[in-house]
């Protein structure tokens, strides 16, 4: 995502060293060994313990990198392809994309490495339907429905074709903002078609637009595996506006929310966790202390940047994974410190 250098952020030397000593630290505190892989059923993809925290998804089996490699703006044009290798050897299993109707090329510009680490990774993907503009109190008709699952099946096809694969772990409606559409029964047999194909595994939401309603909505529907919500320390952050939403409930407010999607099986990774603190014209406010009041001190005065202490937060306060956008070294480095740490600043 993108970094705003602050009197706040650490200097490039000392966060190296501070990388180091908390990487350490981690791996003394008792991390197994990557050739240690319980036998409990669950799938270990690129397991490495000894670099990288790992968590259930939902009622997947997959024991996923607590840190996501967001691939969507990373990889449109090519530009961040050089940090996939780096981010593998990190110990991350999880990859997302996003269809070329909304990120240019960034499939096509991940699909060498999907072909070289088939079945050593996780690999998901989404797509926006076209926007339904609802009064209200009003419901998707069952024609806009079918119009949305229909799009979202030829968008899955295209991706497909696009990551020269036959098959993706998850796909998600993205940028979803109707609950109605999220529980119709169309999408949901839009999904089944496409499992039953053998071409899909399972089915999420991404939403960052009336993304409360839109979880609750994936919460009763009853057959979503995943959740990609745009969810800060401060509460829901709209990218559109640049701002957490009106009136946002803290993340410490909706922990009984995400518990209840937790108890339906549904997979919460989160996204745009410190996107408000990054710079103006980057869907940012630029002010890299406005999450400071929710820190106890452990966290405040970890040797950690205000976006590490972002993601070490939402990562420690009900959400599963963090999805993050990272375009260089430096950032993918940072990230890496956070997911791999962020527990033991919350002893």
């Known amino acids: 995502m993108p970094h705003h250098d602050s009197a706040n952020s650490i200097d490039r030397r000392d966060f190296l060293k501070a990388s180091a000593i908390a990487t350490t630290a981690a791996v003394a505190a008792g991390h197994a060994s990557a050739a240690e892989k319980p036998s409990d059923g669950l799938d270990y993809r690129n397991h490495r313990p000894d670099r990288m925290q790992y968590r259930q998804l939902g009622r997947t089996k997959l024991m996923c990198s607590r840190l996501v ?139 960052h637009t009336r993304a409360q309603a839109c979880l609750e909505a994936a919460i009763e529907a009853g057959f979503y595996d995943l959740a990609m919500i745009a969810l800060s320390p401060g509460g829901w952050y709209s990218p559109v506006s640049a701002k957490l939403e009106k009136d946002s409930p803290t993340l410490k407010d909706v922990q009984p929310l995400l518990a209840r999607a937790r108890e339906a099986g549904i997979g919460l990774v989160g996204m745009k966790a410190g996107r408000f603190l990054s710079a103006p014209g980057t869907e940012g406010k630029g002010n890299t202390t406005a999450f400071d009041s929710h820190y106890a001190p452990a966290l405040m005065n970890a040797a950690l940047s205000p976006f590490q202490r972002a993601y070490a937060y939402v990562l420690e306060n009900g959400l599963d994974v963090v999805n993050a956008d990272m375009q260089n070294f430096a950032h993918l480095e940072e990230n890496i410190v956070a997911a791999n740490t962020s527990k033991t600043y919350f002893a």
């Open 69 to 207: 490699f967001g691939g969507g703006a990373a990889l449109s044009g090519g530009r961040a392809v050089r940090l996939l290798d780096r981010a593998f050897d990190a110990g991350i299993n999880h990859y997302d994309l996003g269809s070329n109707a909304y990120y240019k090329q960034a499939e096509n510009a991940f699909a060498d490495f999907y072909k070289a680490h088939r079945g050593e990774i996780w690999v998901t993907s989404k797509a926006p339907v076209r926007p339904i503009a609802l009064k209200p109190g009003e419901s998707v008709t069952l024609e806009q429905a079918q119009a949305a699952a229909k799009q979202w099946t030829g968008l899955l096809n295209q991706s497909l074709i696009d990551m020269k694969a036959d098959y993706v772990d998850a796909y998600y409606i993205m940028m979803v903002d109707q609950p109605s559409l999220v529980k119709s029964e169309e999408m949901k047999k839009a999904f089944d078609a496409a499992k039953a194909a053998g071409k899909v595994g399972h089915f999420g939401i991404s939403t």
